[in-house]
């Protein structure tokens, strides 16, 4: 498919923003703020940063290089290069897929929070924070904001490359950024919010170099960039020729960086300042959060700004793993971009619901598991079997099975760029970045 019958982002800036709103999410300002605040800090947000640079980065120049090369969806990508490596690209549809039935739903939680700090009994109840948490989860409501968030997610897809993707990231990705801005500026007055600054930006060596913490930063940093499961793949198809792959990476990964600090820097003196503990796990936004907004002036507005935040960052990645099924059901299967956006959003509601609906117990082969729910299902698959199963078979794709010269002239491109780096990037992509993915793959699984 030639670049010229196919959409694209209008100029460079636009697709390092399309870029940044896949990876910046839920990942980044929900669960980073509660990994550092369990793995001492500073001392996980140091060991954070060399991970990205070290996995995240190289993964997602790979990722550029296909999509960029080919100009198709994941699968047509990778068939287009190797036919037998088609399976690669199947591999990030599936993950896609299977992050649809629970990702929305995560999601729609954000969409509770805003209303009903604004509307509902948020501030108002007796009921505990938890308490009100444990109810919502339980009401027709979860399912009706997952369909709205699903919806909303449609809407954008639906307009196309141009009019809808590239246009909604350029305002929901400085909104992002300005929100987060005003609410660590709003912090920073807390009494007591200085001992939040100390944990978070003065590292514990001891804990920075202890196992469990480099494991999980490996973790967070490859699962916080987006990177594989197609997305990358699928929005490097609609790059320009003459967009720089390098830089576009390393200003995703700054820019993926940077609010992850930034909600560290609203999140941390918050939850100091109201003599909370910063280790409170994936509660931290929903349930401890809250008790720190009730304290404060205008608790209702200041929860709305917040969940504001969280809803931008969620739909931003919403539309990346949207697209994905979208390109694949259009491309591989001749359906107009309507129809596809249609069928995906369709399976979406239907694995959501799934996931709403079904919780069971395993009793097979010696194999003992309660309460198991979809939702668990699709998030262990994805995060500990899909995700590192594609990043590391597309460093093997791009480092071994595809010519040094097909990476060298997307750095490059085709020579109009120096690329300095090239050969730290290749020695990476081969051997440093492989090793460490299997690291996080059978630790994942529970190997060692």
């Given amino acids: 498919m030639s670049e010229l019958k196919r959409a694209s982002f209008g100029g460079k800036i636009s ?4 870029a940044a709103g896949s990876a910046i999410g839920l990942g980044s300002i929900w669960r980073f703020p509660y ?12 060991v954070y ?3 990205v640079f070290v996995v995240g980065i190289p993964v997602m120049l790979a990722e550029f290089s296909v999509g960029r090369n080919t100009h198709m969806n994941a699968v047509g990508g990778f068939r287009s290069l190797s036919r037998p490596w088609r399976w690669l690209g ?5 993950g896609a897929l299977f992050i649809s039935g629970y990702y929305y739903v995560v999601a729609g939680w954000s969409l509770e929070y805003l209303v009903s700090s604004l509307f509902g009994p948020l501030y108002s109840s007796s009921e505990s924070f938890t308490d009100q948490f444990a109810a919502f989860q339980l009401s027709p409501r979860q399912a009706i904001y997952t369909v709205i968030f699903i919806l909303l997610t449609h809407l954008i897809i639906v307009r196309g490359v141009e009019k809808g993707i590239e246009k909604a990231s350029k305002v929901m990705m400085p909104a992002l950024f300005i929100i987060l801005i005003v609410m660590a500026v709003r912090v920073a007055f807390m009494p007591n919010a200085a001992e939040g600054y100390r944990f978070f930006l003065s590292p514990d060596f001891s804990k ?4 469990e913490t480099i494991f999980t930063a490996i973790g967070q940093a490859f699962f916080s960039l987006s990177v594989g499961m197609g997305c990358m793949v699928t929005y490097a198809s609609y790059f320009k020729s003459d967009n720089n792959l390098t830089g576009t990476s390393m200003s995703v990964a700054l820019l993926t960086l940077l609010v992850a600090v930034l909600a560290g820097l609203v999140i941390f003196p918050a939850v100091f300042s109201a003599g909370l503990e910063p280790a409170e796990g994936a509660s931290l ?6 008790e720190i907004f009730k304290d404060m ?3 209702g507005l200041w929860s709305a700004v917040f969940f504001i935040l969280l809803t931008l960052a969620s739909l931003t990645s919403t539309i990346s793993f949207h697209e994905v099924l979208t390109a694949y059901f259009a491309e591989e299967h001749k359906l107009s971009r309507r129809n596809a956006t249609r069928l995906t959003s369709g399976l979406s509601i239907a694995l959501c619901m ?26 262990y698959t994805t995060a500990n079997i899909l995700m590192p199963l594609g990043g590391l078979l597309t460093c093997i794709f791009v480092g071994w099975v595809m010519k040094p010269s097909f990476l060298k002239n997307e750095m490059t491109n085709y020579g109009s760029l120096r690329g300095r780096a090239f050969g730290l990037l290749l020695f990476t992509l081969r051997y440093v970045t492989p090793l460490l993915i299997i690291y996080i793959f059978i630790k994942n699984l529970g190997i060692i």
């Fill in 90 to 94: 199947y591999n990030g549809v599936l």
């Fill in 49 to 51: 940063l060399l991970c």
């Fill in 297 to 299: 002036p205008f608790a």
């Fill in 35 to 46: 990994m550092a605040g369990e793995y001492g800090g500073a001392a996980f947000l140091l």
């Fill in 208 to 211: 920075a170099f202890a196992p």
């Fill in 354 to 379: 799934l996931t709403l609906a079904f919780t069971f117990d395993i009793d097979w082969a010696g194999i003992k598991l309660e309460n198991i729910s979809f939702f668990e299902i699709f998030d």
């Fill in 15 to 18: 697709a390092i923003l399309v």
């Fill in 285 to 290: 936004i929903f349930i401890t959060l809250p």
